[in-house]
């Protein structure tokens, strides 16, 4: 059980917009902790995609972009293209002293 | 640029011990705080461990605290776990990544090496 919680699986057609959720706490999210994104294709290494909740790390394409509010976020991907089908997980800290991930999303392009 | 690298991973009977490395180049390691984090066969990210950039603070998650021993050797431009008293749950792909963030609010992974597998198995 991760203490972020997401959605276990997207898809969308090429072209199209799909939106993940990240779900926290007041122990995380909801207390100010900053949201992170990462893409990940099995068997390499995992990418930052976003940092800081909105912020897009050099050479990530506009496509990607990350929201939060209360004890939530949201990274969305706009024209979806083949290459973004992997999965995606959001990290976060909480009060505990710790880094928390969610379970992950896998993103299927149609 | 920034290459992280991974070593150290086999297979080891429950109860044994392994030691993973992760050399760093292309970056002022010493500036750097680490990150491990794992992934099990068909499961999702977990992080394990997080040292500061002068090693001067160590955290660990409730999974591994007291197994596993997190390091960072600077002259060489390397991070270490040292792993203990294994079992089959510990099995997975573990990664190496810088540290970015000035505090907990913060923290993020920045860039990640491609991992090494740990296989627990008798």
């Known amino acids: 059980q991760s203490v972020l919680t997401q959605p276990p699986s997207v898809s969308g057609a090429p072209g199209q917009r799909v939106t993940i959720s990240c779900t926290g706490s007041?122990?995380?999210?909801?207390?100010?902790?900053?949201v992170h994104w990462y893409q990940h294709l099995p068997g390499t290494a995992p990418k930052l995609l976003i940092y800081?909740?909105?912020n897009r790390p050099s050479g990530v394409p506009d496509r990607f972009s990350g929201s939060k509010s209360g004890s939530s976020a949201s990274l969305a991907i706009t024209g979806l293209q083949a290459e973004d089908e992997a999965d995606y997980y959001c990290q976060s800290c909480d009060s505990s002293l710790r880094v928390v991930f969610g379970g992950g999303t896998k993103l299927t392009v149609l | 640029q920034v290459q992280l690298v991974e070593s150290g991973g086999g297979e080891v009977q429950p109860g044994g011990s392994l030691r993973l490395s992760c050399a760093a180049s292309g970056l002022t390691f010493r500036n750097y705080g680490m990150h491990w984090v794992r992934q099990a066969p068909d499961k999702g990210l977990e992080w394990v461990a997080i040292?500061?950039?002068?090693?001067?603070?160590?955290y660990y998650a409730d999974s591994v605290r007291g197994r596993f021993t997190i390091s960072k050797d600077n002259s060489k431009k390397t991070l270490y776990l040292e792993m203990n008293s294994l079992s089959a749950e510990d099995t997975a792909i573990y990664y190496c990544?810088?540290?970015?963030?000035?505090?907990?609010?913060?923290?993020?992974?920045?860039?990640w090496g491609k991992g090494t597998t740990v296989t627990v198995s008798s």
């Open positions: 007041s122990s995380n999210i909801g207390a100010g902790y900053d």
């Open positions: 800081g909740n909105t």
């Open positions: 990544a810088t540290a970015r963030g000035n505090s907990w609010s913060r923290f993020y992974m920045d860039v």
């Open positions: 040292i500061w950039y002068d090693g001067s603070e160590k």
